[in-house]
């Protein structure tokens, strides 16, 4: 084992949530001080739990100054790419590049009684799938974002996200269950995170499940290894 890191919930008392939210930031600096590696936190809505990820990232990031800081994971059913690569890429300038998004796809939980709150307009024409994961890379990675740069005024705009953190594109986690998810990840990219929430596409034995999922998202570095020769 060459790095070690835990997750923690971050569960709150609706009455007072405050509390919880100190107990969060303060496992992530006990974990720093001894010496953990990363300090990752789950993302839940409308729960008693950390719905605003980033935030709590963003507040551990200057309490901490070298413990690695990621999501696992954050459902992009819920989110908007450009504007969480805004907020993705402002947190890893604030932490010094340690930050580790972890995201995953698909409609949002109970999506049917949350749909008409999150998307009344656009609800059956949303993309859930893999398409929401790449729009977030590309503008992470600093494609363009709009048509226009340049000066108005005494306002300058960037075709591309602001602020824009280079490493930020390679710390950038998916999670799947599935062997697609996990070739999806390595074709793209992206580190792979797993759990023991998985599909038993080609066997029933967890180890062996997982261990089909490692070697999928592998395979792309792989073939690129074999094709430099």
């Not at 509390?19 to 300090?39: K, Q, Y």
């Not at 009684?113 to 949303?126: F, I, S």
Request: glycine share 12%.
């Amino acid at each position: 084992m060459r790095k070690l890191g835990f997750l923690t919930i971050g569960l709150f008392d609706g009455a007072d949530p405050r509390p919880g939210h100190e107990s969060t930031l303060e496992v992530i600096e006990l974990g720093e001080r001894l010496g953990f590696d990363s300090a990752w936190v789950r993302h839940r809505h409308l729960h008693y739990g950390i719905s605003s990820p980033v935030a709590v990232l963003a507040a551990a990031s200057q309490r901490t100054s070298r413990i690695a800081l990621g999501t696992a994971v954050i459902p992009l059913g819920w989110e908007n790419p450009l504007r969480l690569a805004e907020d993705l890429a402002t947190v890893d300038v604030l932490c010094g590049g340690r930050l580790n998004p972890g995201v995953s796809v698909g409609p949002p939980m109970h999506w049917e009684q949350v749909k008409q709150t999150l998307y009344p307009d656009t609800a059956d024409h949303e993309d859930f799938g893999y398409g929401r994961v790449r729009r977030l890379l590309e503008l992470i990675r600093g494609e363009p974002a709009g048509g226009f740069r340049g000066v108005e005024g005494f306002e300058v705009f960037s075709d591309r996200v602001q602020p824009h953190s280079p490493g930020l594109g390679s710390r950038m986690w998916y999670g799947g269950g599935s062997l697609r998810s996990a070739e999806w990840a390595g074709e793209h990219g992206m580190n792979f995170l797993t759990s023991n929430v998985v599909r038993a596409e080609e066997s029933e034995d967890f180890a062996a499940i997982q261990l089909s999922h490692i070697q999928a998202f592998r395979a792309p570095e792989l073939e690129w290894a074999d094709d430099r020769g």
